[in-house]
């Protein structure tokens, strides 16, 4: 079995606590612990205590708070040894001697301070700047769960709006609900203050991507002429606002778990159904409806077309047995024509609605228990 050598931040501190020997020891280099983070969002502490040795899987921003303490003092970037060079007959077993074991150093030393000037000689060690890692960290992170998030997501341009963003909301809500993403949120929101480049690189590479996916989106469902939209990037930036919402708090404060694959789908298709309906609103406005904000956002006429597009839609799916649309439009043309009066909306306007409709209403039915 091979395993690759790891990088260590080895962490040189001055105590919390004082203790009858800090009078003897380096003003800034009083104890000394590692970190590494493993790769899922997690971190792996080793830290030597007088009574114990302390081994703990951290989240992001528990690790952050040893790391600010690391910044009181020194922190290094040191690459393990493997097999090591160490050696167990070193005697007195205290977090300098310890720390070196675990790096596969045969230094004898027994102080923080001696092993920092042993570790600080090696070439290959670099000095760590906190400011500057948790910015590449966080952005390297964010990047990750972007590209993992949008990999599943194929682009296709002539996909309708509604299936488009139904697949992209499905795959943004379940990354930011996601154990990595919420822990980068949480350090993104508490360490802004003090590390504002690393709250920049999540919003980047995070949010900021996930709202250009959406735009371009946007942008052409707004060529094929299915939203009247004027400004696709003000709408993307609302649709991610509609998609977090208050369920992405809920799991950042402990409120609610992770949501299942089942809550993320209801989630975003009632947002997308929101979103949608105030997009197709305006688009039909843009067609030449008139009026003020209020008769277009909320008249009778409109929300009789949207109870109406799901009625024909359903009932098309009870009356006529088949699952090949063109089968069927022939009898759902035939049925809205008799209610097109009360609504405005002409069939080739309503026609992609009602299939969706359609469609939705057989993909429950198939799912549902006898």
């Given at each position: ?25 380096h ?9 590494r ?18 081994v ?17 003092g020194?922190?290094?970037?040191v ?5 090591g ?9 205290n ?10 150093r ?21 000095a ?8 590449l960290?966080?952005?390297a ?14 682009s296709?341009?002539?996909e309708r ?8 909301g ?15 949120h ?18 980047t ?7 250009r ?14 939203i ?14 509609m998609?977090?919402?208050n369920?992405?708090?809920e799991?950042v ?34 067609r ?5 904000r ?5 008249s ?36 809205w ?19 969706h ?14």
């Amino acid at each position: 079995m091979t395993i690759d050598a790891a990088a260590w931040l080895i962490c040189f501190v001055p105590g919390l606590r004082r203790q009858w020997w800090h009078r003897y020891a380096h003003a800034r280099h009083k104890h000394v612990f590692a970190l590494r983070p493993l790769g899922d969002g997690t971190w792996l502490l080793v830290e030597p205590w007088w009574t114990r040795m302390m081994v703990n899987v951290l989240t992001l921003d528990e690790a952050i708070r040893f790391l600010r303490w690391g910044a009181m003092g020194d922190i290094l970037k040191v690459r393990e040894s493997i097999p090591g060079r160490g050696s167990q007959m070193r005697g007195w077993a205290n977090c300098s001697v310890l720390v070196s074991f675990l790096l596969g150093r045969s230094y004898w030393t027994w102080t923080p301070n001696g092993l920092y000037r042993k570790l600080r000689a090696e070439t290959d060690v670099e000095a760590v700047d906190l400011t500057r890692f948790l910015r590449l960290h966080v952005m390297a992170e964010a990047d990750r769960q972007s590209a993992k998030m949008l990999k599943c997501v194929p682009s296709r341009h002539d996909e309708r709006l509604e299936d488009a963003l139904f697949e992209l909301g499905t795959a943004i809500v379940t990354a930011m609900t996601s154990a990595p993403v919420i822990d980068l949120h949480k350090v993104a929101v508490s360490e802004s203050r003090r590390y504002h480049d690393a709250a920049i690189a999540y919003w980047t590479s995070g949010p900021e991507r996930a709202i250009r996916r959406i735009r371009k989106v946007l942008i052409d469902a707004k060529r094929r002429g299915e939203i009247g939209f004027d400004d696709c990037e003000a709408a993307a930036r609302r649709f991610l606002a509609m998609l977090r919402g208050n369920l992405q708090l809920e799991v950042v404060l402990g409120h609610h778990p992770s949501p299942s694959h089942k809550e993320v789908r209801e989630h975003v298709e009632f947002v997308v159904a929101i979103f949608l309906r105030g997009a197709w609103r305006v688009a039909e406005s843009r067609r030449g409806g008139s009026g003020d904000r209020k008769s277009r956002g909320h008249s009778p006429v409109a929300t009789a077309a949207q109870l109406l597009i799901r009625e024909v839609g359903e009932s098309i799916r009870d009356i006529v047995r088949g699952d090949d649309w063109a089968s069927v439009a022939g009898c759902a043309e035939a049925l809205w024509s008799e209610y097109a009066s009360c609504t405005g909306l002409a069939w080739e306007d309503a026609s992609h609605r009602v299939r969706h409709a359609w469609e939705s209403y057989g993909k429950r039915s198939a799912v549902s228990p006898p």
